[in-house]
């Protein structure tokens, strides 16, 4: 089959290695507003042309729509009018604003919404990776809306290239990838500028910075043109999640004012129950 990947960065680029890799498609035609994405991509083998939006979808059989979620929501009603049995699907880490989009569309059958849960605090083209989606889950929500044949061609991509399948509801989905994934980037970016604007020492910083704290703060690397839309479109949830952060820092800084040692403990007792969950 034929692909056109919209947005040639991160999760683009690695849907394209990963089709090629796995021999999913026959040739792969890339779009992005970016002339150096575009070039970029041509360059790395990541795409084997690009084209403009209006003549791929004439030209291909899947549209993988790729670009941040705000984008995805624009322009998925445009393609929908555009489409006669290709398949759309989206690899966005927000879905009730996407699928609200389309909710309405007299082709919504041709979209399958989806969120591959993988990814890296890198951006562009030359952060795609090969084997990021192998063993991780996709997240298909309200299935029940597309096509048969649609969701088998996309459920069918997403097994290939090595991943596990989860069906969702829109919002059920968005909740737990706030309580998941998106509070974690606001940790990693808020202990970033707690760091920054307390410690005035940039070498000082790189001297000594051991790896807990590179790990915790590599979140804060993420591109904002990714990740603002994201809090945008999951604020609810988001605010939900935040809270509750906020709860537990809160009785954090109450157990170390009182010198409530035995708390803390305890906090960290209980915090360690992760380490049966993730192993």
């Known amino acids: 089959m034929n ?4 947005g040639l ?3 683009g680029g690695s849907m394209a290695r990963s089709l090629k890799a796995h021999q999913l498609a026959e040739s792969i035609i890339g779009v992005d507003q970016s002339e150096t994405h575009r070039q970029r991509a041509l360059e790395l083998g990541l795409v084997d042309a690009v084209d403009t939006l209006e003549n791929v979808i004439r030209e291909v059989e899947v549209i993988v729509l790729a670009t941040p979620v705000d984008g995805i929501g624009r322009l ?3 393609v929908l009018d555009r489409v006669d049995r290709q398949v759309i699907f989206d690899v966005g880490s927000t ?3 996407i699928v609200k989009a389309c909710a309405n569309h007299p082709k919504r ?3 399958v919404a989806c969120h591959p849960m993988a990814g890296t605090e890198f951006s562009g083209p030359d952060a795609a990776v090969l084997n990021l989606f192998e063993g991780k889950y996709c997240v298909i929500c309200d299935a029940e809306k597309s096509d048969r044949d649609a969701l088998e061609c996309v459920e069918k991509i997403f097994t290939g290239i090595g991943m596990h399948l989860l069906h969702q509801d829109a919002e059920v989905h968005d909740m737990h990838a706030a309580y998941v ?3 974690s980037h606001v940790s990693s970016i808020a202990l970033a500028l707690t760091v920054l604007n307390k410690e005035k020492s940039e070498e000082e910083i790189f001297r000594l910075a051991s790896g807990g704290f590179r790990s915790t703060v590599r979140l804060a690397k993420s591109n904002p043109k990714t990740w603002v839309p994201i809090f945008r479109q999951n604020r609810a949830p988001l605010l939900d999640v935040l809270d509750e952060h906020i709860t537990v820092l809160s009785s954090f800084r109450t157990a170390l004012i009182k ?5 803390i ?3 960290m007792t209980k915090a360690n129950k992760i380490k049966s969950i993730l192993k």
């Open 3 to 6: 692909v056109a990947i919209i």
């Open 9 to 11: 960065g991160l999760i």
């Open 76 to 78: 998925l009603p445009d």
């Open 95 to 97: 879905k009730s604003e």
């Open 109 to 111: 059958g041709r979209f």
């Open 181 to 183: 994934s998106h509070v």
């Open 259 to 263: 010198g409530d040692f035995g708390a």
């Open 265 to 267: 403990d305890q906090m």
